[in-house]
């Protein structure tokens, strides 16, 4: 095991602790740059969705999981991103100019979401947010000069200094990929700073945040911004994947999808976004999985276990149909956000942590190390 | 002028009043204590000051500046910081970074400057660090920078709580019940800090404390409270004669 001896502040503020890290992440930088040499094209059109859900995720986890305020409006926040994309390109806007403008004006439309939502706790918050994603959804829906209504719009091929970037080549993976890697980069500086910090306070104690000299409300507002431009970011290269946009993409059902990248991903520390993001769209080839060859596969070990072959084919019609049903994914979201919840509340990036603890300790470690004890209860807290 | 003033300070929830039109002063350099029977409104005087609570009327000075109509923010970037009867830390963030809040009313950058971590964020960032230090060299917390607060024992959390008063280098401390729920041991070594703080660092304290000893040992002037009005004035013995606070506290 490692130890750190810190002999210098710097040790406290820069983003790779020791070389390890910096070994570590360059590795996995240079296989995720040799990825689309490697990868089917199925696998790398993921991977791009990937980058784009984990873009998303660190935007709501700044949000959610720093400064505690909880979001179902995030579909939302994508869509906008996305239809000001859309919209700016008809009128011949380079990607770069309409890639700021749909984060800003985003970003704007989070400011705006931010102010109502000062006087919101909890659940309520949440209530706000929803309805606002509703509010959102209609107007694209009704507004057919501008969104094209339900027709939905087409959008256009990216081109970037001049070349065409089509939207399954690699250099549109790469283009996603530094647009993720910004943004981590870009959030883990502004959480070593000071208003990185005030979002913690804010999440644990506003009391005690105003009493230390912290406009509460100015950097809630700072907080659903900044949350929101990275997600209307997102939402522009989602546009830019998809070649096709309309309102009935934007639903709570991937407002929701967000909320559990995050949870299953972990709100401890930005890793969550990434492997929420991978868990989230990786779910899709599993579930194609289970519809296409499990049933197949269960055919054969049914008959291999003597059983008769239209006994077997009834099987494989029943578990087809089971894997078929309309709304099994949804079923699987709540499922896997239930166990989570019950048995894993701190993620997958949580999960990482003990498993490199226990190697760590190998064969010290202990069950109890990460079951925290409560040492005493609060009596009364200040909202 | 005095350093800081209250007068005729009012907060009136429905028919009850919490506190009754009290006026006292604090003069610059001093330790004032306030006691008094539960109930009595003292806290409710703290949260008078740092805006938590609106008074229904009267006025608040502090360097001959009226904070009454400041929103709550200011209170601490004028120089007025607050401990909590029910330790109001910042609880799944290390002490570090809970210390560093502290240091809020001095921070500088702007939002772009810091998404960029610009050298001059750095900078600023390795000086607050320094400050930061200091106090928790006088505070004897070495062993706990970055431990969570969430796994620390009752009293650590009790010095924390005054290390991130004493890291925003208030002019005015108030401290809310400092001793209360700490060991014998853990209040002397209470007790030697605020005096410290006030001979070291030239910080006006002004603490509400149920512990007569420890009010006794460092408190220059003692108010005493009984249901929002002022009993008695004075230093601690003159207060503990006054047959109005025997009257008050032995219910004669």
Redesign the interface.
Known sequence: MRFLFKTDYEDDIRLFPHSGYVISYGVLFALLLIAPYALSSYLMSQLVFVCIYATVGVGLLILTGFTGQASLGHAAFLAVGAYTAAYLQQFNVPFPLYFLAAGLLTGLIGALVGFPALRLQGIYLVIATISFAFIVEEILARWESVTHGNEGMRVKMLYLFGSAVPRDSPAFYFLCLAVLVLTIVGALNLLRSPTGRAFVAIRDSETAARSMGINVSLYKVKSFAISAAITGFAGCLFAHKLSFISPEMFTLQLSIEFIIVILIGGTLSLHGAVLGAIFIVMIDPFLTYLKDDMPGVIAAISTTFGISKERAAHIQDNIAAFASLNGLKGAIYGVIIIVFVLFEPLGLYGRWLKIKLFFQLFPLYKRATFKRQKIYVKSERNR | MSYFRAEKLSLHFGGLKAVDAVSFVVEKGEILSIIGPNGAGKSTIFNLI?R?NRPTSGKIFFEDQEITKQ???????LGI??T?Q????????TV??NL??????H?T?Q?WQ????LPS??AS??AH??RVEQVIEFLDLEPYRDKLI?????GVRKVIELA?ALC?EPRLILLDEPSSGLSVEETDDMSFWIRDMKTEFGITVLMVEHDMSLVNRISDRVIALSAGRVLAMGTPAEVQQHPDVVAAYLGA
Do not use: M, Q, W
């Open positions: 740092s938590i929103p709550p923010y200011d209170i601490a970037r910081a607050r909590f029910n330790i109001e830390l910042f609880e799944n963030a570090l970074s560093l809040v502290g240091r809020h009313r921070c950058s939002l810091e998404l960029l971590f964020v750095r960032e390795k660090r320094r969430s796994g620390l024992p009752y991130r925003s």
